[in-house]
């Protein structure tokens, strides 16, 4: 690992809830998300989005999004492999899903802000050093697989673990990347995704009990305890500050800002 911070990947979400894909560089939405991150998502009859939060059968989906032609390919166990263009053709990818799940769904696209969470928030971050550290409390775990359960939009490498928690709280620096500043807004709470096994969505027993008790004996002496609710949180959520094009590329350097 470089001694030097930079970014190690970028990964972002087409669908929500559904695999994410590794880009070399990737463009900054004026609210701070990524584009391609969060574009699609899928919501129920009653309007709600539908996501593996609520439904552990989206796991068994794997996906794959070309962002230069526009085309998913979806596969499922107990669904035949589809290749179609969400965004021109919408009713084609929603019957394939509502053929899995049994209900009917519409997908919704958002290519300004992204169909995230938290709109008037950005980016996710997150250190290589953390991921291989949560990967080694968990016997069942792979550094991928961590990856995979974090869904972390970008990754540094060059920092020690838990690096992106010192850009939270009172005093925090900002972090930029080739101009583009990014301040950290708050820590990232974990749901039950990050229990489930990415592929078949089983969860492993006691992760959050863990997760919690180790999170705490390696809690960093640089980071601010009062700005997390709780300690089942891992990565930061960002701020963007607009102050350049915002295009983010793998092997560029990441450079801590003091206010």
């Known amino acids: 690992m470089s001694n030097e911070p930079r970014i190690e990947r970028l990964r972002v979400y087409p669908v929500k809830s559904l695999d994410g894909i590794e880009l070399d560089s990737v463009g900054v939405r004026s609210n701070g998300t990524l584009a ?7 919501f129920d009859a009653e309007g709600e989005v539908l996501n593996a939060k609520r439904d552990d059968r989206l796991h068994e989906i794997s996906a794959d999004y070309d962002p230069e032609t526009g085309v998913l390919a979806v596969d499922a166990p107990s669904a035949e492999p589809a290749r179609f263009d969400p965004a021109r053709s919408p009713s084609e990818a929603e019957s394939w ?26 980016l996710s971050v997150v250190s290589t050093g953390t991921i291989r550290t949560v990967a080694s409390w968990f016997d069942e775990l ?11 939009n970008v990754e540094v490498s060059g ?4 690096w992106e928690d010192r850009l939270v709280g009172e005093d925090a620096p900002g972090f930029e990347v080739g101009g583009t500043r990014f301040e950290g807004a708050i820590p990232c709470g974990r749901c039950v995704v990050p229990e489930r096994d ?3 969505g089983d969860p492993l027993p006691e992760f959050r009990e863990q997760f919690v008790r180790n999170r705490r004996e390696t809690f960093p002496e640089w980071a601010d305890e009062d700005a997390f609710d709780h300690l089942f949180a891992l990565t930061t959520i960002t701020r963007f500050s607009g102050e350049s094009d915002g295009t983010l590329r793998t092997g560029a350097s990441v450079e801590l800002v003091e206010e």
């Open 97 to 122: 899903f509502e053929d899995l799940l049994g209900e009917e769904v519409t997908l919704r696209r958002d290519t300004e802000t992204g169909l995230v969470d938290r709109p008037e928030l950005g």
């Open 142 to 152: 792979t550094v991928e697989g961590t990856r995979r359960r974090l869904r972390t």
């Open 198 to 200: 990415p592929d078949t």
């Open 36 to 42: 391609h991150d969060r574009t699609f998502a899928l």
């Open 159 to 162: 920092v020690p673990a838990f």
